[in-house]
């Protein structure tokens, strides 16, 4: 038995509106259950669009993205039974927390979703206790998430998601913004979700991540198109592919005295 397909996209496109050519050009993938992938790719390079895609925020204007077997389209995210399934089976932690938070209490904030799904008041109050003290942040829980730090912030928004345990998580270049220790805790936190058979699905340009964390990536090139695929293993050790990526690159400068150029891997600190 071969492993169920998550998301399958064929010639999945996308253009933005009043924009000349594409955001995202002719991507053919299959992610299934269990995966754990980066997207890589540099800025510009199509990967927040792709996650939006695969989140149902966005429809591929030709081809087809389809998710759990059933096609993404705005007629289907447009039925309530199939786009309650849906959300209830794809988190998105975006990259700017500020976008995803809104409610004037941590608490309100991690409450939000599954008071959303109908999920009753008292079992609502214990899913996010759980949530809030798996993540050290019951403490932060009357604060207002605007004041919080950019880790506490990142944490919040995971433990928004958290509370529906999606058995899909995108993330949307997680460790920006974070300092060592809270990227240390967030590799964590995906290893966690990777080791308890969760499909995860990351947008980065930090190698540290496929390098770490995730087993297959795939690459987004300059053309906005998928130029290479294979394991983190595969691809972190392509210095072509990654130099051709702009994941990596060549520049001046001394050892010992001596100048000279080589790529820089600044995954490995
Ligand atoms: N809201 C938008 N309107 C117009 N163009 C956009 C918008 N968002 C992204 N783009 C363009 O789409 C392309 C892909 O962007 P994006 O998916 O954000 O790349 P990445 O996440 O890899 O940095 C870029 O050329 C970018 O300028
Ligand atoms: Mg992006």
């Known amino acids: 038995m071969g492993k169920k397909a998550v998301f399958e996209l064929s010639d ?38 792709l996650l939006k895609l695969l989140d149902g925020l966005y429809f591929s ?7 759990f077997g059933k096609i993404i389209s705005e007629s289907s995210m447009r039925d309530n039974k199939f786009s309650r399934d849906f959300h209830s089976k794809v988190g998105f932690v975006f990259q700017d927390p500020d976008v995803q938070l809104f409610l004037p209490t941590v608490w309100d904030e991690v409450a939000f979703a599954p008071l959303q799904m109908g999920i009753e008041k008292k079992r609502v109050r214990e899913i996010v206790s759980e949530a809030l003290n798996s993540l050290g942040l019951y403490n932060l829980k009357d604060r207002p998430p605007y004041h919080l730090s950019e880790g506490e912030k990142k944490k919040v928004s995971i433990a928004s998601i958290l509370t529906l345990d999606p058995e899909v998580w995108l993330m949307d270049e ?59 293993i595969e691809i972190l050790n392509n210095e072509e592919i990654l130099l051709k990526a702009n994941l990596i690159h060549k520049h001046r400068h001394v050892h010992n005295g001596v100048a000279h150029a080589h790529p820089h891997k600044h995954w490995l600190f």
């Open 12 to 49: 999945a496109t996308y253009n933005y509106e009043g924009t000349a050519g594409y955001a995202l050009d002719s991507v053919n993938l299959v992610i299934n259950q269990g995966d754990s992938v980066s997207l890589l790719g540099a800025n510009g390079s199509g990967k927040s669009t």
């Open 61 to 67: 204007v030709k081809g087809e993205v389809k998710a």
């Open 174 to 232: 997680p460790s920006a913004s974070l300092d060592p220790r809270t990227k240390g805790w967030l590799i964590d936190f995906v290893m966690s979700l990777a080791e308890n058979g969760k499909t995860i699905i990351i947008a980065t340009h930090d190698l540290e991540i496929p390098y770490v964390a995730t087993e297959l990536c795939y690459v987004l090139g300059q053309d906005h198109k998928i130029s290479a695929r294979g394991t983190a």
